[in-house]
């Protein structure tokens, strides 16, 4: 990892500029944050490329972790300062699913990017079944074309193994919503029974696999198919390995998908570092999707470097600039595969929040019922839009960015529009009202059912 040097000459600068002073110096300047080798790490890896953290005064040193639970348990450990998690994970710790802690975030990092990628044998299968225009399959392709699949699997005695990346995953809820929709029995969660596996009642068995082990566990045979984000399913297509059959974007979409998460405790010791964290990370944003992403070129091959996502910058590029490709050679438009800052992004919507709780609540990682006010309470506990405001009102008032790059502050209340996300079982989201979100599905736990 490339190390910040002359740290006092550039403090000295610092210590007499407006910007520095506007919200408080940093309690803490040497900061160490974690990451996964994926994509949608990028606003830490242009924070600091770019200087936006050194512009905080902050200095920085990004750690690749060897997977979501040790990168978590090292947040609330304290040997990292904060990191790029998966937005269920500080719902999941603060609510006491796996490791109990109070984690908060006010950054979001994306909105979409995963896909869902099968064996080159499971796609050949699938494939004879799907509509098709001009010999290309039609998508977004329905989970129901996996049924004969399953059911070829079962008649031989096999099961039908699938991965993604942590069981309070934005993957694990993906594929298990695309399951569902398609008819298909995910399995639940039964942590009052002590089965954390979340195969209780399955048609399939889904089971952690780290992100970058994705393709090589595929190809072993060891998984038919997972849910990941990039570059690991375009990997799987380089590789000739495997097919992305559908991309979140068309199970769910501009959604949080990864946040920066610190401990509530580590906030609230350090509010103006963390404030500055905030600050470097909305430019980072910005930078990300300006002028119609005119710097994703740039941005693919800066974390396609081995300290960063360590992949080819073919395969970064893919689906960072506005393509997907499924099939090899079927390359389609995807502008908003990646979103790092339009659509307001980066603000931490409680309402994100919700959605996720409600998921933990459908496959029983809640195992139990929940008044609305406690979905709005938890949301509001981990998801923090105030500290996000405070960030962004200082970057406006200094000139760093406009007030129209921002929602409405003084109207917006942490709730998304119910038309702002589709779905492909064409489910409508209401996040003030979860309870009747999770009457409308035929699959999942709902009112007072339990696992």
């Not at 993604?164 to 809820?173: G, L």
């Not at 984000?229 to 097919?243: S, Y």
């Not at 992004?345 to 998921?359: E, G, R």
Request: aromatic share 12%; net charge negative.
């Amino acid at each position: 990892m490339r190390k910040n040097w002359a740290k006092a000459l550039l403090l000295t600068g610092l210590l007499g500029s407006t910007p520095l002073l506007a919200i408080g110096l940093p309690e803490k300047e040497d900061l160490k944050f974690g990451f996964i080798k994926l994509t949608d790490m990028a606003p830490l890896a242009i924070a600091f490329e770019k200087g936006f953290f050194e512009d905080e005064g902050l200095f920085v040193e990004l750690e690749a972790q060897s997977n979501w639970r040790v990168l978590l348990d090292r947040v609330i450990d304290g040997q990292l300062d904060g990191a790029h998690m998966l937005a269920g994970q500080p719902l999941g710790a603060t609510i006491g699913f796996g490791t109990e802690a109070h984690i908060i975030t006010a950054f979001t990092m994306d909105l979409n990017g995963n896909a869902c990628t099968f064996s080159n044998e499971v796609w050949e299968t699938m494939k004879g079944s799907l509509p098709k225009v001009d010999g290309k399959p039609v998508h977004p392709i329905s989970a129901e074309h996996l049924k004969p699949v399953i059911e070829g699997y079962r008649n031989r005695g096999r099961n039908f193994n699938l991965g993604m990346v942590f069981p309070v995953s934005t993957h694990n809820y993906e594929l298990r919503y695309w399951l569902a929709a398609g008819g298909i029995h995910p399995g639940y969660y039964a942590p009052q029974r002590g089965d954390t596996s979340g195969q209780l009642s399955a048609d399939v068995l889904i089971s952690v696999t780290p992100p970058p082990q994705m393709p090589a566990t595929l190809e072993a045979g060891t998984i038919s198919g997972y849910c990941v984000g990039e570059p690991w399913n375009q990997q799987a297509v380089f590789r000739g390995i495997g097919v992305p059959t559908i991309t979140d974007y068309d199970i769910r979409n501009n959604v949080a998908e990864k946040v920066f998460g610190v401990s509530n405790s580590w906030a609230e010791q350090y509010p103006n570092t963390h404030l500055r964290v905030v600050r470097a990370l909305i430019r980072a944003g910005h930078w990300l999707d300006a002028e119609n992403n005119a710097n994703r070129k740039e941005a693919a091959r800066i974390i396609s470097e081995s300290y960063y996502v360590g992949a080819d910058y073919e395969v970064i590029a893919n689906s960072m600039t506005g393509i997907f490709e499924f099939e090899k050679g079927d390359v389609r438009p995807a502008p908003d595969f990646n979103v790092f800052f339009r659509y307001h992004a980066t603000y931490p919507y409680y309402s994100d929040a919700v959605w996720y709780l409600t998921q933990m609540r459908r496959w029983g990682q809640i195992p139990e019922y929940k008044p609305d006010s406690w979905y709005s309470d938890m949301a509001r506990k981990v998801f923090r839009p105030d500290i996000y405001r405070q960030a962004a009102e200082s970057l406006i008032a200094d000139g760093l960015m406009s007030a129209a790059d921002f929602p409405d502050f003084a109207k917006e209340d942490g709730y998304r529009s119910v038309d702002h996300s589709s779905f492909i079982d064409g489910k409508v989201f209401d996040g003030r009202q979860p309870n009747a979100y999770l009457e409308q599905f035929s699959i999942g736990l709902k009112g007072r059912q339990a696992p």
